[in-house]
Structure formats: structure tokens, C-alpha cells
């Protein structure tokens, strides 16, 4: 019994090497290049059969929040550094799904409440204008199971729609991506919502598998927010979300949709990921880039 058990317990260690080696071996493979880390100097278009490297698209939902992105005090007390710095400093472009009531003039009350500043429609410009995505969370953020037995489906659709054009008023392009509110949402309401051109993210297509590297990788940044000592929930929250990494890498998936929110924990916490994640050879890429990207790559 004994001897079987050290076997079974070397045997547990050969397959986590292996897994280890593995998880090397394909991710190491398919590292970008030195030249290819540095976008702007590569003027060739991606081309076909070309593996996407280690790659992440870096989304944030619920905003846009004025606070965190400028990097200021709300009216309620709470500080934040800046996203859009932090972004900046790093080269980093990212995607933001907006609720669109935020974007609305009639938000300006609201917004002015979490930030004596800037509204949250400027916000979203000074987004757009830095070269960040701006994609689309509805107008509402109502949850569509309730919205869907209050209202029904077309209500669901007809806000969906609202949240696009108050997003297209800003930056001219009509969004091609919806994350659902809780990422709820049913098969049948789903393929209508793609029947209209947009690709909805999701964690899990249920039945239907979703390749994983189309699968959102929720950070759960809204939990540990609110947890009592913001400093060690800082420390957990990056410490999760580089697990969730090392879990992908071992199963050879090397490219990640990573999903935060607007939310000051997230801030902190991006600004050691981010360079950790540049150290492992990721490279970061707006969400359009990044399908573009796993498009191309060979199959
Ligand atoms: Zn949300």
C-alpha cells in the first residue's frame, strides 16, 4: 500500500512536470519576438498562419467612472490613481464596456456625484481619445433574465441598440461587442444579439464549447473590493488572477480576455500585473486586435 502510494504521489509530480513543461513548451513557442513587442515599428499587416503569441485583452465593465480613470478623490471620499495614466505609462491599449446611460447628458448629475470634475462622458472621450475601445454594457445594465420576464426580449434588444448609438455618437464606430450585465444571458436572446452583428463574450456557452480563448477570464475584482483590508484584497486579487493565468498556461492556452472593472482595487493591482505578465512575454492588444489576432492564427 505504502509503495504504492509514493509511486502514485511521483506519478502526480511526473504529470505536474510534465504539465509544467508542457505549459512552457507551447506558451515558449509561440512568444512574440523582440521586433513584434513593439507594435508600432511593424508595419506588415497580420499575416496568415501566424500564431498570436502569448497575448491578453486587457476589458474593463461599468464605467466609465471619472475617478478612477483620471486618477482623482469622488465626492464620496474615495480615492483612486489613474487608469488612463497607468495605461499610458505601460503602452497598454484597452477595451471598455460602457454602460451607456453614463454617456447620456442627463448622466451629468450623477456622474458629478462620484467625481467633482469631469463627467463621465468626457471621461469616455479622453478614453477614446488615448486610443482605448469602447464597447458596449446596454444602457441599463439591467440584468436580462429580469429584464426579459419584465419587459421582454425586444426591450433587451431596443437597449442594447440605445447603449450603441450614444457610443457611436462619441467615437464615430458602432460597437461589435456586448458583454452582458453578470454575463447573463440565454441561448435564444444570444443568437439574436449575434443575428445583429455583434459577438457577445461570455465565461461559458454552457453546452456549446467556447474555445477558450474566447472565454472571458473574470477577475473578480467586484468581490474583493469589497473586502475590509484594501491592501491584503489587493494582494489576493493579483494573486487569483495570475493563478487563473498559470491554470490556462498549464493547459497551453496562452492568450487571455482578462475582465475588471472601473474600480480603484483593479488600478493597483494592474500596476505590478501588468509588468509581470510583459515579463512573461504577453503582449496586450485591444480587443479587435486580439480576434484578429486568434483569426489568423494557424488552426
Ligand atoms: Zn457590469
Known sequence: MGGMKILSRRRVRELQWFGLVLSIVTCWNVAPRTSELSRGHSPEPVSVNKPPGKLVALTFDDGPKPYVLMGRKSQKGVSSPSLLDLLDREGVKA???????RLADTAND???????????RQAAEEEHRRGHEIENHTYGHGTFSKMAKRYGEDWILNDIDRASRIIQSLTGVRPRYIRPPDWDISETLRKEIEARGYHVMTKSKGDVSEAPALEDVDSQDYIYAKLRSPQSAAKTEHDYVLQRIDQRERKGICTHILVFHELPISVEVLSTLIPELKQRGYRFELLEDYMKSLAAAPK
Open 110 to 120: 450623477f456622474c458629478r456625484q462620484i467625481d467633482v470634475g469631469i463627467n463621465c
Open 95 to 101: 477595451t471598455f464596456f460602457v454602460m451607456g446611460f
